[in-house]
């Protein structure tokens, strides 16, 4: 594939991606190999650029919103409240109460069905599939409460300018703590299952280590960072919705697993603890939810017209289950803003792929690209180059290598 | 690194005037506040001479090193400013502010200094200014595309809103093209338009020699 294909000494070429069937949001890695051992790493995203800012840069901002919310297929909520909470600055756009409670429930709920489908898929490329299935299993539950709340499972559609599009019921509220009753002591069996096995401990445990010093360096977010110690949450730091009014606290991993290593086991500590946190968040909500309306303007043309006349910047800010996720918005009184700037929380995360991978084994590549929550998919098609043949390595004969790593694991 | 205590966000703005005087063209404090108890949550937005872009990241870092969200970009006709969003003191309960540094670029001069030196994870943001706005990053390490395929044609730069932003023959509605002729037919069958066979060949026909 790449110029030096042919050569036939180390470090040999190894080419991941960019394409896999399975998962969205594919990247191309080219990793530089001595033997089994990762020397060198660069990636190229960008395959699935769809040019979405400039597109919206042609729309009016309640065009806008719904464009956001097909950002991304997991998280639903945080690019349209990012880009809503924008629009609402600029246009001095008070929210209701209400409307900030309902925001953050969604927003919880998003977070808990994000982090069960990136354990399910951690379980996967470890080789461990009852644990897969397990993971999405218990993640229906979240999905469920969603599309009760907003009657869609991917893009709610419950976002809009000045507050959200439906309202929750008194019926929905049992149901929604039923839901959290569900959740409540899952923790407990997530932690068995997960952090108490030894060999997921070995597999985890000091393999793609982020240091604090790299985290900060590398503008890391989300659990990624605070796997590596650096006490970054938007929702702890920065008040939104109504983070202002509630207890939330910073999870870093703990003490009682020996502090943050900044490694894939510490991610998967500060993921299966921030499920636990969300429910907390949840039932905070609904204790002191506030009554009222819920949206500022109701009237879609009037809506309009005010946004139209608005001039001014703002940044949209939220804490996405991967991370800060920003939104920079400028509008100088015409229908569509003339500036729309949108960072994921991926895009702050990419970097710290380079000193995770460095030093680890072939083997152990799927597992660290995952450990980020990338919206992982590059691990489709690999060809390796050995004395001048190329041999094509599928994403199968990837997990394979992972897998077989891991039964070598179960039988010392 | 030396610590300085937490500022309030004045206390910033104040900070940067004395520091840099007349360099600061315009330094400005937002605020917001949601929820019941509408706890605030400020913005400070400094723009600089382009000159001082380095030193004022430098301040900032002194101060405590801040977290670099994203370099944004506006076109502004006959100049492209740069927003370098950042925000300082997290870890701190409510107590983290954004603070975006500006600076504007002639679009006769659109060269800017690399600050992955100061901060290694801006490589990303500095390589998507290039592609999107076409300016140049002196000293930038890695200059390649990012998110831009190889084949997409040089001296197109698709933030821009002059001549070198993306051309009207660029763009093809997906209303206009129709389905791709070359995938396999999809599961439910498509509906078929109201108007007559006929003339829904004929748009067919029309829309089917589409480029590419």
């Known amino acids: ?412 | 690194m030396n610590e300085t205590p937490h500022l309030s966000p004045q206390e910033i703005v104040d900070l940067y005037k004395t520091e840099f005087g007349t360099g600061i063209q315009d330094a400005r404090i937002t605020e917001r506040g949601e929820g019941v108890r509408k706890t605030k949550g400020y913005n400070v937005w400094i723009r600089v001479d382009r000159a001082l872009l380095k030193p004022a990241i430098k301040k900032l870092i002194d101060m405590r090193f801040p977290h670099l969200a994203v370099i944004a970009g506006n076109d502004l006709g006959t100049e492209i400013e740069l927003l370098y969003i950042f925000s300082v003191f997290y870890g701190t309960k409510f107590g983290e502010y954004m603070v975006t540094i500006g600076i504007r670029l002639p679009k006769t001069d659109l060269t800017v200094p690399t600050i992955t030196d100061l901060i290694p994870g801006a490589l990303i943001s500095e390589r998507e200014k290039q592609e999107f706005f076409g300016i140049t990053v002196t000293g930038i390490p890695d200059g390649r595309r990012l998110f831009i395929p190889d084949e997409f044609p040089q001296g197109v730069y698709p933030w821009r809103k002059d001549e070198t932003g993306i051309k009207p023959e660029m763009v093809r509605e997906l209303w206009a093209i129709g389905r791709p002729k070359d995938r396999p037919a999809p599961p439910v069958p498509e509906k078929k338009p109201l108007q007559e066979e006929s003339a829904a060949e004929g748009k067919k026909e029309k829309t089917g020699g589409a480029p590419e």
């Open chain 1, 1 to 412: 594939m790449n110029g030096d294909s042919g050569k036939k000494s180390t470090p040999y070429t190894i080419p991941i991606g960019p394409v896999h069937p399975a998962l969205k949001e594919p990247v191309m890695f080219t990793f530089q190999m001595e033997g089994e051992v990762v020397k060198s790493v660069d990636f190229a995203p960008g395959n699935a650029h769809r040019g979405i800012e400039w597109m919206g840069m042609r729309r009016n901002p309640v065009q806008i919103v719904h464009l956001t919310d097909r950002i991304c297929g997991i998280c639903g909520i945080v690019h349209s409240l990012s880009f809503a909470r924008a629009v609402e600055q600029i246009a001095e756009i008070e929210v209701p109460p209400r409307a900030d409670y309902i925001r953050t429930i969604l927003h919880e709920l998003e977070r808990m069905q994000s982090h069960l489908l990136w354990a399910g898929v951690a379980a996967h490329e470890l080789g461990f599939d009852s644990l897969f299935y397990l993971s999405w299993r218990v993640r229906e539950q979240s999905m469920d409460l969603i599309e009760n709340l907003t009657g869609n499972r991917v893009n709610y559609g419950i976002i809009q300018v000045g507050g959200v599009r439906r309202d929750i019921s008194d019926d929905q509220r049992p149901v929604i703590e039923q839901g959290l009753a569900y959740y409540r002591g899952l923790f407990d069996q997530m932690k068995a299952v997960f952090l108490d096995d030894s060999i997921i401990r070995s597999r985890c445990r000091d393999h793609g280590v982020l240091s604090y010093r790299d985290a900060q360096l590398l503008c890391a977010v989300g659990p990624t960072a605070r796997a590596s110690g650096v006490a970054f949450d938007v929702r702890h730091d920065y008040p939104y919705c109504a983070y202002g009014d509630l207890d939330v606290h910073t999870v870093l991993p703990p003490q009682e697993f020996g502090g943050p290593k900044g490694d894939v086991y510490d991610r998967i500590i500060v993921r299966l603890l921030e499920i636990a946190q969300s429910i907390d968040i949840i039932q905070q909500c609904l204790d002191n939810m506030p009554t009222g309306e819920i949206l500022w303007e109701k009237k879609i043309p009037k809506l309009l017209s005010v946004l139209k006349k608005a001039h001014g910047e703002a940044i949209g800010r939220v804490e996405a289950p991967r991370g800060e996720c920003m939104h920079y918005v400028r509008m100088d009184g015409n229908d569509a803003p003339a500036t729309w700037k949108v960072k994921a929380s991926t895009y702050s995360n990419l970097m710290s792929w380079i000193p995770m991978l460095k030093g680890e084994q072939l083997a152990d590549i799927p597992i660290i690209v995952a450990s980020i929550d990338p919206c992982m998919s590059c691990t489709d098609r690999v060809t390796v180059i050995r004395n001048g043949s190329a041999a094509d390595l599928t994403k199968e004969d990837l997990t394979r290598l992972s897998r077989e790593k891991t039964r070598r694991l179960l039988q010392c």
